[in-house]
Each structure stands twice: as structure tokens, then as C-alpha cells.
């Protein structure tokens, strides 16, 4: 029994051990943090408020539609964000 367990134990340690580096890979490549979804399990448990942003429900529109318009500026300036 040890014998088949061994084996399954590697590999899904050598799986996790990868997810990670490739995580660690995309995070150095993008340069951008990773965020939370503004009120996604929030809602779903019963918090109306977004802990996220400061507990102001528009901030999380804001923000994105700034990230966009800046989006827009640098590809109209032909740089890639």
C-alpha cells in the first residue's frame, strides 16, 4: 500500500510546487498585485459593505472605469499595459 502512495504523494506535491512557481512567474511578469473581488463572497455571506474598498460601493467603479480609461491612453500612445 505505502508503495502506491508514494508515488501519488510526489506528484501532487511536484503539482503544487509548480502552480506556485508559475504563479510566482506571472506576478513578476505583470507587476500588478493580486486584489479581491469587490463584494464577490461578501455578498454571498450576507455583508452588503466591500471591506475591499473602504465599504463604498462606487469606489470599485471608479477604480475600474480609471484603469480602463488609462488602458485606453496607453494603447492610443501604442504602449502595452
Not at 5 to 15: D, G, K, N, R, Y
Not at 31 to 41: A, E, I
Not at 43 to 63: Q, V
Request: aromatic letters at 10%; charged letters at 15%; one cysteine or more.
Amino acid at each position: 500500500m505505502f508503495s502506491q502512495l508514494l508515488p501519488m504523494l510526489a506528484i501532487t506535491f511536484t503539482v503544487f510546487v509548480l502552480f506556485f512557481i508559475f504563479m510566482g512567474v506571472g506576478y513578476m511578469v505583470k507587476k500588478k498585485p493580486l486584489r479581491g473581488s469587490c463584494g464577490g463572497v461578501a455578498k454571498l455571506m450576507g455583508d452588503e459593505n466591500c471591506s475591499f474598498c473602504g465599504n463604498d460601493p462606487n469606489k470599485c467603479d471608479s477604480l475600474i472605469a480609471e484603469q480602463q480609461e488609462n488602458a485606453l491612453r496607453a494603447a492610443q500612445l501604442g504602449k502595452s499595459v
